[in-house]
Nanobody, 116 residues
Framework: VQLQASGGGLVQAGGSLRLSCAAT???????????MGWYRQAPGQQRELVAVITSSGTTNYVDSVKGRFTISRNNSRKTVYLQMNSLKPEDTAFYHCNNVQGDWNWGQGTLVTVSS
């Protein structure tokens, strides 16, 4: 399975971005049962899991993004989304998606830069 994240960019603090992550090379039955997550990695820091959506649609977030980020998925399109509002400079990072086991190919991710 290959994962392609997109939608990043440069935004001012308080702004919004919507990230997408499409899974290719897989069949529907591989993607839809998986709990999926959005991860981010800032320079010099470890990768952090910030949002999870289960196969049934239940969502969970790390405290630092609760109330600002929303994760969703479209199984027919094999795509996971991350709506990011009220962005802060500390949200600056490369963003990737993967299943919660992290055992699919990570891909390049998409860079989000939030200026103050």
């Amino acid at each position: 399975v290959q994962l392609q994240a997109s939608g990043g960019g440069l935004v001012q603090a308080g702004g919004s971005l919507r990230l997408s992550c499409a899974a290719t090379g897989s069949i529907f039955s591989v993607f839809s049962p998986k709990d999926m997550g959005w991860y981010r990695q800032a320079p010099g820091q470890q990768r952090e899991l910030v949002a999870v959506i289960t196969s049934s649609g239940t969502t969970n977030y790390v405290d630092s993004v609760k109330g600002r980020f929303t994760i969703s998925r479209n199984n027919s399109r094999k795509t996971v989304y991350l709506q990011m509002n009220s962005l802060k400079p500390e949200d600056t990072a490369f963003y990737h998606c993967n299943n919660v086991q992290g055992d699919w190919n990570w891909g390049q991710g998409t860079l989000v830069t939030v200026s103050s």
